[in-house]
């Protein structure tokens, strides 16, 4: 047991170095950095506000939820199976927000922002057989039908079969996610590409993230419901009609739902590098900029799952006086805590327009945290939390 204590104290340890190196790192080479003048810095705003928004395109790494039914046939193979139905929300609508203070006379760039999105996906879906319509057959005193059927007898009981199989699926899945960034940064002059007023900032900072998802699916089905009836022909007058009576059912009542919470949260160092480069205009009549941005992170976190899952089965013999037999087996009850290390990989690209203290831009964003969540029922099963997407912004600079 020291041991082991002695080892999350040491892995908190590592933690909070990290964060501590790369928050001094910062505050040192501003300081080291001093308050140099540049004749450029004239009419240049100090704060600048962006609010913006993504499209993101999320990635399905959930289990299925696919439970097998004691002493039951199969689902029918004319029915899609259920898992089609379940799978998590495949975009959401993100909001992005920022603020950057770049004090008078300096290079340096001190920010915040904060990303947030949510996103739901539900979906009822019923899929039945349509039996054919029943049919009477009459036949006369020679035998002859009077409606053609391949079930010609006469004096005789028939027997005929009717089936009408269903198969439900109810699937719920919410996704929330929360992304905060604080950094402090270097605009270090020409970039990578050169060119005249190419700025290009290197920065290093604390990145914070929040995943949580709720699953809930709710599977019904009868693959082999069947009714039979007795058909007894009499006599009336020169023909002879036949009577339907329903002798009893079989079926197979299938039930089965899944509960699931999932949650990620993590904190560590980060480093970034944006450029942007002018191609075309100027700041005061309107300029053209193409720009880029790579991003890196390492989150130190917990990953938590907990899952609830059950399956129900009822099967009724033909005979009215049959007693149904019920399956239950024990629910499955699953609660996992693991301390996990996320790597993060970003990166954009855009085309931004600027009018004096006014930008616009578009363009395209990635980010990816590797084996952030765990997405399992039974076990657990590591999955990426990727938000991949065309975003647009606004930007307004205050202050000179």
Known sequence: MSELIRKNDNRATIRWKLLTGASALALSAYASSGAVANADDTGRPQ????????LSHLEDGQEAFAPEF????????????????EHPPIYSIDAYGSISIRPANSDWIFSAAVRYGRSAARRN????????????YYYNSYGTA???TPHRHENKVVSIAQNEKFADTTARTSLRH????????????LGLFGGKDTSAVFSVGVRFAHFASKSHAALGSDPDWHRFYKYFPSLVGTQFLSSKFALG?????????????????????????????????????????????????LLFGRQRAKVHHQTTGHYHGAKYSARPVTYHPTPINRS????????????????TYRMENFKVSFGYKADVFFNAMDGGIDSRKSENRAFYGPFASVSVGLGD
Not at 278 to 295: H, K, M, Q, Y
């Open 47 to 54: 704060i600048w506000i962006e609010l913006g928004g993504q």
């Open 70 to 85: 004691p002493n039951s046939p199969s689902r029918p193979a004319i029915f899609s199976p259920s898992q089609k139905f």
């Open 125 to 136: 879906v019923h899929q039945q057989t349509n039996p054919p319509n029943f049919t009477k």
């Open 146 to 148: 009077l409606i053609p």
């Open 178 to 189: 929360m992304i905060l960034d604080f950094q402090a940064g270097k605009d270090v002059g």
């Open 249 to 297: 059912t079989i079926f197979h009542s299938n039930q089965a739902s899944l509960r699931a919470t999932r949650t990620f949260h993590g904190v560590g160092p980060s480093v970034s590098w944006t450029e942007s480069m002018p191609f075309a205009g100027n700041r005061d009549t309107g300029e053209l900029s193409v720009d880029w941005g790579a991003n890196a992170a």
């Open 336 to 351: 996992r805590s693991r301390s996990v290390t996320v790597p993060n990989v970003g990166g954009s690209l855009g085309l």
